[in-house]
């Protein structure tokens, strides 16, 4: 009687690390390995690239995946910075690890690793990557856990950190202004999603992005309940009337961004008043200048809202002059990264 043979064993999968032969190395609990050139000595080819920080460990671009049970993918719980490189520093570094913290204790979600392990993991990304200018997006989900809502069933929050380059604009429109719209979706109020709150959740702003895309612009203006102006999807905005330059404050429904912080401050430096105040869209229509701020964005000026042009529909003289400063500070030998 013959018997039957043993069932063959699957071959044994290769460890995802550079090469195929080895898997990506390990250093100090939570922190990834410090990017010597093994991932350029083996010949990585450039489509792998960026490298990517993913829970301890640097890999390739095609091998950055996280679980189909990370509750950041199946849920948005999770928050999140985008943050500038300059000359390869960290633009505002600290500014953007206090607001991290803040946020992730915001949703009661402890980061696995501390401040200084975060901010190496950056620099390493910027090293592996060979970066001097540059953006990072560092996200912090909930992690990996069951299909129901419940975070306690998330042992630990998944860190991911992807440093490239990112432009969300055209060169030209940052000579010429951009045209944008007001949004008919109004901002989600305070009291059910503080939009302080930098969380993995944006489809409140991506379906006012869609309002904009749908009329052939890249950004609208989204209005609290009350009909005043918060935020743009991506950007905080500015306005200027008679030399005076004005913001919507937090209470009206936005994120305290950290170029929005920068802008304020640079303000007070070349002694341009700069005031906080609600404002309806009427205003903002109506303004000498517009423009907006954000880390991915910078500083860009608004010349058409809707139907309506701002000003003479070029950048302005005020707008002009902190965009100048700006640079000036970016491209110096003393970015800060207080």
């Known amino acids: ?67 189909v049970y990370d509750h950041g993918l199946l849920y948005g ?12 520093r ?19 979600m402890t980061i ?24 990072i997006r560092l996200v912090v989900s909930r992690g990996y856990g069951t299909l129901g809502l419940d975070p306690r069933k998330c042992p630990v929050a998944g860190v991911i950190c992807i440093a490239d380059q990112i432009a969300l604009y055209p060169p030209e429109a940052y000579e010429r202004g951009m045209k944008i ?3 008919k979706r109004p901002r989600t109020p305070i009291a059910c999603l503080d939009p302080r709150l930098k969380s993995l959740n944006y489809l409140n702003n991506i379906l006012a992005k869609v309002e904009a895309i749908d009329e052939g612009c890249d950004e609208a203006i989204m209005l609290n309940l009350d009909g005043y102006v918060g935020e743009c999807t991506g950007d905080n905005i500015f306005i200027i009337r008679d030399g005076k330059v004005y913001t919507p404050p937090t209470e009206a429904g936005l994120l305290e961004g950290i170029t929005r912080r920068f802008v304020i401050d640079l303000c007070k430096e070349l002694e341009i008043p700069c005031t906080f105040k609600n404002m309806k869209p009427e205003e903002v229509q109506s303004a000498d200048e517009v423009f907006l701020t954000g880390s991915a964005a910078e500083i860009i000026a608004v010349t ?8 003479s529909g070029v950048e302005g003289h005020v707008t002009k002059r902190l965009r100048t400063a700006f640079r000036k500070v970016v491209t110096s030998d003393h970015v800060p990264e207080d």
């Open 1 to 67: 009687m013959k018997t039957k043979a043993a069932p063959r064993k699957p071959a044994a999968r290769k460890p995802s690390g550079s090469n195929g032969t080895s898997a990506p190395r390990k250093t100090r609990p939570g922190v990834g390995p410090h990017p010597t050139a093994h991932f350029f000595e083996n010949g990585i080819p450039k489509g792998d690239k960026p490298i990517v920080y993913v829970n301890g460990q640097m890999v390739p671009k095609k091998e950055a995946m996280v679980s």
């Open 77 to 88: 719980d999770g928050v999140f910075e985008g943050i500038r490189i300059y000359k390869g």
């Open 90 to 108: 960290i633009f505002k570094c600290g500014q953007h690890m206090e607001r991290l913290w803040r946020c992730a204790e915001m949703i009661r």
């Open 112 to 135: 696995p690793i501390s401040r200084d392990d975060m901010v190496q993991v950056m620099r390493d990304c910027i090293e592996a990557n060979n970066l001097t200018e540059g953006y």
């Open 181 to 183: 719209i007001v949004a």
């Open 304 to 311: 058409q809202i809707g139907d309506i042009k701002i000003g």
